[in-house]
């Protein structure tokens, strides 16, 4: 499985963007997808995921309310929607599908991840 994302950008605080994750080879929809971001000198951590299905989601406390995450099996790509966006939030943005673990939250349950687009958030 390879994973592209992209949608990263530049935006003021308050603003949005939508990044997007697209799958090639074996389709995604055979996996649960998740979103994690890495700021500078940070570690890697989970933002979002949802199930092969698209019918069960799950998120980190610090974007609940404010992103959502949704996928098209059709087009094979999961997107992440980024609302009331703070500078806090500034990172590379990264994208990982799990084969075995549902909705899962760690680094070490995903099999596959794709190159990171970067999300920077202005004050």
């Known amino acids: 499985v390879q994973l592209q994302a992209s949608g990263g950008g530049l935006v003021q605080a308050g603003g949005s963007l939508r990044l997007s994750c697209a799958a090639s080879g074996r389709t995604d929809s055979a996996y649960d997808v998740g979103w994690f971001r890495q700021a500078p000198g940070k570690e890697r951590e989970f933002v979002a995921a949802?199930?092969?299905?698209?019918?069960?989601?799950a998120y980190a406390d610090s974007v609940k309310g404010r992103f959502t995450i949704s996928r098209d099996n059709a087009k094979n790509t999961v997107y992440l929607h980024l609302n009331s966006l703070k500078p806090g939030d500034t990172a590379v943005y990264y994208c990982?599908?799990?084969?075995?673990?549902?909705?899962?939250?760690?680094?070490?349950?995903?099999?596959?991840w794709g190159q990171g687009t970067l999300v920077t958030v202005s004050s």
């Open positions: 949802i199930s092969r299905s698209g019918y069960s989601t």
């Open positions: 990982a599908v799990s084969a075995s673990v549902m909705l899962a939250r760690t680094v070490d349950e995903y099999d596959y």
